[in-house]
């Protein structure tokens, strides 16, 4: 056998292992791809967008979704929230909950409405139409976190505003979604359908009551419990613990891990070990876990399959799915007396669907409500809204901080 046989061999021997090219060259693409996002007067997460839909199956095939990619991808956005939870002012969080209240309302009727109405205009029926309304009613606020995070604003009232109204985004939307699930499966009048709507609200309500009364009274007394032990990084482990454990409490409870997680952080940032805590998880989880929950996003798209019959009422539903948002926050941050600058600001960091958007999606395929078609819209405005959030946060929100603003640190990226 000569030496280029058995570099074949050996390389057809080491197929199982794969796994480590991939990983290897999803987080080098990240890091050189980001930079050159920066380059062009972007922030870094937009070309992190990129990588997923340049590797995958939409153009150079490198790399094909999988379950590990998920899964670590699904860590990664768990830590991005933790941390946003970390970095969130509670007394500022707290003051802004009438104006994240009224914006997360203006950013779920206006494209709910605008989703529904298009999906009429082009024909479909009535329970598909509500359906695609839906699904732009979801917020996914991890791309407009780390945005926020590069422009120094993560930390603003504006920052904050984006942040709460887009957990009672999240809260908003599993709502209506179960709702509409509930009367499809029972009926407009059925029982079952009002009951199970009923359900979901009682523990939702509990997941709050529960997680807020944890992390208040019982994790910081955890902490210092864990501090004791005779082992390295107590307090990073301590963080991904609970991070985890109250991620995987949203979901048994019906709210989405990443709400869990964001909760978790907003609790422990009243201890004293809060900004030790916020450097060690950002060196834990930048390096990869981060990256790989970016380019899973751009992964799962496949635009070779999309049918160039559907390709217009897809880009329109995008454009409706991006304006809709960015003139329901608008609306509901002027309501609460933000500037005209700062309110389309502040629309433009609700706009990202990301991962939410994907699970209504999945949910709609699974049960018949959507065909194949349609699901590919879905991805196309998964992927345009969470594309263009970051250029356009950055277009409609000024980059100066003001004099309540705490700057994130500019070592800090990924």
């Not at 199982?16 to 997460?45: C, D, M, N, R, W």
């Not at 019906?254 to 201890?271: D, Q, R």
Request: aromatic share 10%; net charge neutral; hydrophobic share 55%.
């Amino acid at each position: 056998m000569n030496i280029w046989d058995s570099i074949v061999t050996s390389v057809q021997e080491a197929s199982g292992f794969y796994f480590l090219f991939e990983l290897a060259i999803i987080v080098f693409a990240v890091k050189l791809v980001g930079h050159l996002s920066t380059k062009i007067g972007q922030p870094s997460v937009f070309g992190k967008l990129l990588v997923g839909i340049i590797l995958g199956p939409s153009l150079l095939g490198i790399i094909h979704p999988n379950e590990l990619i998920s899964e670590l991808a699904e860590v990664g956005v768990i830590l991005l929230m933790f941390l946003a939870g970390l970095e969130t002012d509670l007394k500022e969080f707290k003051k802004n909950a009438f104006a994240s209240t009224s914006v997360a309302i203006g950013g779920v009727i206006l494209p709910f409405l605008g989703g529904m109405g298009l999906s009429i205009a082009f024909g479909f029926d009535t329970t598909v139409a509500i359906y695609m309304g839906v699904l732009l009613v979801a917020t996914s606020v991890s791309i407009s976190v780390q945005t926020l995070r590069e422009l120094g604003k993560l930390k603003s009232r504006e920052g904050v505003t984006i942040l709460g109204a887009a957990v009672l985004d999240d809260v908003l939307g599993i709502i209506i979604l179960s709702a509409v699930l509930g009367l499809m499966a029972g009926g407009a009048a059925g029982a079952g359908g009002i009951s199970s709507i009923l359900i979901l609200l009682v523990k939702i309500a509990l997941f709050f009551v529960l997680a807020i009364a944890i992390g208040y009274f019982v994790l910081p007394k955890l902490l210092k419990v864990f501090q004791r032990f005779n082992v390295s990084q107590t307090v990073l482990s301590f963080a991904v613990i609970v991070a985890l454990l109250f991620a995987y409490m949203g979901e048994v409870f019906g709210v989405a891990g990443i709400v869990g997680s964001y909760v978790c952080g907003l609790m422990l940032s009243l201890t004293p070990q809060s900004e030790e805590m916020t450097h060690k998880v950002e060196t834990f989880s930048y390096p990869f876990f981060v990256p790989l929950f970016f380019v899973n996003i751009g992964l799962v798209a496949n635009f070779r399959e999309v049918n160039p019959e559907i390709l217009w009422f897809s880009i329109l539903l995008a454009l409706v799915a991006i304006v809709g948002k960015v003139l329901g926050g608008a609306l509901g941050a002027k309501v609460a007396k933000f500037s005209t600058s700062s309110s389309f600001g502040i629309g433009a960091g609700m706009v990202a669907r990301g991962e939410v958007g994907l699970i209504i999606a999945m949910i709609g395929i699974e049960r018949g409500i959507i065909s194949n078609d349609l699901f590919s819209s879905a991805i196309i405005v998964v992927i345009a809204t969470t594309l263009v959030t970051p250029p356009l946060i950055k277009l409609l929100m000024k980059t100066e901080t003001d004099g309540n603003q705490i700057e994130t640190k500019k070592s800090v990226g990924f």
